[in-house]
């Protein structure tokens, strides 16, 4: 196999700034298919290729799925790795905003059940995204939405030991992971992609906090305080006991997400904004819910 | 140090060993740059030497040796040597490192340990990456494979030294891979049972 060149490549257009560098939109000329290039620069010496990139490359020769953005190649050229991905024109956060009338109610449920089609098959695959947020779902025209930045993602399928407790962007961090909980899995994911739910309805992050503690205390303030009873084991939690918080009794999904009204979708919520981690639904459980029944699927 | 890790790194070493003596006559390949002039420290030491500084988690030195073993499967060109073990290992564990613990040190360090310069240590990374294809997923069974394989392992001499052609005289590198593999077989086809088969 001849390697891949940047060469191959036409007609970029910058059309944003990754983490690594910068992302451009390009033709292949080959084919003529519209790409999204991401380069990756390796000017720092002391790190090499930065993980993310490892584990963003790696992960995606692995995950193959309609709901996962593909990546075509991996490129190598003079002090940099170019990641040639499908292109998507938009993603879920500046859809959101861009939308000045509610988001119709087909179109959330169709969103939602692709987002949770693409992360039952990375926790098939025992891989964990956590990093699930409006900005990383990529969606096109067709109204296909497909999972990327997988950054910050890892597989779980053998045991290590050494977790992080900073994954997830705070908005979407779940309560248990931000009480410390190390021994999180695929429940992390479920509550991000709960967040998100509820967002796509009001059209605004549901929790934004501004350190650990304050995200804690908007969740508390609106789920309610767990109980012990509820949760047994979040006393074992540090933060439970370090940042000791009051008894909030909370506000009902009805109150937080008015513009919702279906049941249903108020029933399955309710089961992915789970504070106790053992308590959330999976994404396989959550496709099966009644409020997907008259969706094509 | 407990025992299993004592295990672990003995039979490392032995492994590498064996693997590199299959390789006995082969010289140093001059266009691989993990192939550098014979480092003066032995297998064994530089596995001790990676094993006591390296502060990653131990699962990282089995999913290297699996690392290792995909890359002369994918290559057929690559065969492990006296010349090019110790720049191989030390790649291959940092790769593990970066892949699978959320806390890991950079290259730098890694350089340091691993007695090699940075600016090469990042070259060797992304021939490393390339080479095997980005492919750095280990599944649960794979790594369990390996796991037992390596504390299975015993370290006898089985390999005849006549039958192994150099690269020179006879251009036959095919035997080399053929025993090469063997040995990697081996490693996946251990029965051997082992109690406490989970690195904590």
């Keep these: 196999m001849i390697p891949a060149k940047v060469d191959d490549y036409t007609d970029l257009q910058k059309i944003g700034e990754g983490t690594y560098g910068v992302v451009y939109k390009a033709t292949k000329i080959s084919t003529g298919e519209t790409v999204a290039l991401k380069d990756i620069r390796l000017e720092s010496e002391d790190e090499g290729v930065p993980s993310t990139a490892i584990r963003e490359i790696s992960l995606l020769k692995d995950l193959k799925h309609p709901n996962i953005v593909r990546l075509h190649d991996v490129i190598n050229s003079d002090r940099k790795l170019t990641l040639v991905f499908e292109y998507l024109k938009q993603d879920l956060k500046k859809y959101i905003d861009s939308c000045k009338d509610p988001i119709p109610t087909r179109q959330i449920k169709s969103f939602l059940y692709q987002m949770l089609r693409g992360v039952a098959y990375c926790h098939e695959h025992k891989v964990l995204h956590r990093d699930m947020k409006p900005q990383n779902l990529l969606i096109n025209k067709k109204g296909e939405l497909k999972l990327a930045d997988f950054g910050l993602a890892r597989t779980f399928g053998i045991p290590v030991s050494s977790i992080s407790k900073e994954v997830v962007t705070l908005w979407y961090r779940p309560p248990d992971v931000l009480l410390g909980n190390l021994k999180y899995g695929t429940s992390i994911d479920i509550w991000s992609t709960g967040c998100i739910f509820a967002e796509m309805y009001i059209k605004k992050p549901l929790f934004r906090g501004k350190s650990p503690k304050n995200q804690l205390k908007k969740i508390f303030k609106k789920m309610g305080t767990p109980s012990k009873e509820a949760w047994p084991s979040v006393v074992k939690l540090p933060g439970w006991s370090e940042y000791n918080f009051q008894e909030y009794p909370g506000k009902t999904l009805q109150e937080l997400v008015p513009t919702m009204e279906d049941p249903e979708g108020f029933d399955l919520l309710s089961r992915m904004l789970q504070c106790n981690p053992a308590k959330r639904c999976s994404a396989k459980e959550a496709m099966k819910h009644s409020f997907f029944n008259d969706i094509k699927k | ?200």
């Design chain 2, 1 to 200: 140090m407990d025992h299993l890790l004592i295990k672990l790194s003995t039979n490392i070493s032995n492994l590498l060993s064996q693997l590199v003596n299959l390789c006995e006559d082969e010289e140093k390949d001059t266009n691989n740059i993990f192939s550098v002039d014979l480092p003066s420290i032995s297998i064994h030491d530089y596995v001790q030497r990676l094993v006591d500084n390296l502060r990653c988690s131990q699962q990282c030195f089995v999913v290297a040796i699996a690392y290792i073993l995909r890359i002369i499967k994918q290559n057929s060109n690559i065969f492990l040597t006296k010349y090019n073990i110790h720049r191989f290992l030390v790649t291959a564990v940092m790769s593990a490192a970066k892949f699978f613990d959320d806390q890991f040190y950079n290259n730098k360090f890694y350089a340091t340990v691993g007695g090699i310069p940075l600016e090469e240590m990042n070259k060797l990374e992304l021939e490393f990456l390339f080479l095997i294809d980005f492919q750095l997923v280990i599944s649960r069974e794979e790594f369990t494979k390996i796991f037992r394989g390596i504390l299975a392992f015993e370290n006898k001499q089985t390999t005849p030294k006549q039958p192994f052609p150099s690269r020179k005289r006879k251009n036959e590198n095919i035997d080399v891979v053929v025993h090469q593999k063997n040995i990697q077989e081996n490693i996946y086809s251990s029965h051997f049972q082992t109690k406490q088969i989970c690195l904590k």
